[in-house]
């Protein structure tokens, strides 16, 4: 029987650099034990002037954004989870948001099982007008 789990938080002022490191497995996070749990990342609606670098986006737009985790079904392949997590992206958050998302999976301490999810962040802008 598939589980789910969703959790949403708005994320504070000064974490947002770090959350995306720590998601992306980039900065301080990119050699440390975590960095194999990491499936699959990709950003969305970046502005021109992150020239396609996510981690220039979330460290300049520190102020607002949100986090999202959702756990995946295990019966899914990688490369289906992937694809699920785009459309649920493409449905939530279309081209009216910047957004970033990371598959992650490692094994659950309680559980001893395998515990694939997706970590998001999103702008709380929409990109009309606005780019931060």
Request: aromatic share 12%.
């Amino acid at each position: 029987m598939a589980l789910y789990r969703l959790s949403s938080k708005i994320g504070k002022s000064g974490t947002a650099t770090s959350h995306y490191n720590y998601i992306a497995r980039e900065g301080k996070y990119k050699k440390g034990t975590k960095k194999e749990d990491l499936v699959y990342k990709e950003s969305k609606n970046l502005p021109t002037w992150a020239n396609e670098k996510a981690a220039a986006f979330w460290e300049e737009c520190e102020e607002n954004y949100r986090k999202i985790e959702l756990a995946l079904p295990l019966e899914l392949s990688s490369r289906d989870q992937v694809i699920l997590t785009r459309k649920f992206c493409e449905e939530t958050f279309g081209n009216d948001f910047v957004y970033s998302f990371a598959i992650h999976e490692n094994v659950g301490v309680l559980s001893g099982k395998k515990n694939p999810h997706a970590h998001f962040r999103r702008s709380e802008e929409r990109r009309v007008g606005k780019e931060c």
